[in-house]
């Protein structure tokens, strides 16, 4: 069983950053692909950003390309998502989640691409 834990969400102004960071417990995921989405209210789950295993390949939406960077430490157990000039429209909970089923390695885009969740974290950008 994993567990993953959200934290550094917040509220904060436009232009403003964030730091969000993703704790797994339970299995070392250093194997597996990560990944951040996030859920605006009333609006489906969509993808932010994916990392492969080694850290190498990242793939970020195109909305939040050249402001949002993933990374991850796996000595930690962790990933990471550093958010710049953040807008309003980037209000959401963020959530991270980890891929552990055969060819864990596969980043996706998806959903149903992953197999835990975290809880998640709420990001509010005022105006």
């Known amino acids: 069983q994993v567990q993953l834990v959200e934290s550094g969400g917040g509220l904060v102004q436009t232009g403003g950053s964030l730091r969000l960071s993703c704790a797994a417990s339970?299995?070392?995921?250093?194997?597996?692909?990560m990944g951040w989405f996030r859920q605006a209210p009333g609006k489906e789950r969509e993808f932010v950003a994916t990392?492969?295993?080694?850290?190498?390949?990242?793939y970020h939406a195109d909305s939040v390309k050249g402001r949002f960077t993933i990374s991850r430490d796996n000595a930690k157990n962790s990933v990471y998502l550093q958010m710049n000039s953040l807008e309003p429209e980037d209000t959401a909970v963020y959530y991270c989640?980890?891929?552990?089923?055969?060819?864990?390695?596969?980043?996706?885009?998806?959903?149903?691409?992953?197999?835990?969740w975290g809880q998640g974290t709420q990001v509010t950008v005022s105006s």
């Open positions: 989640a980890a891929v552990v089923r055969p060819a864990a390695w596969v980043t996706s885009r998806i959903t149903s691409g992953y197999d835990y």
């Open positions: 339970g299995r070392t995921l250093s194997s597996s692909a």
């Open positions: 990392i492969n295993p080694s850290g190498t390949i990242t």
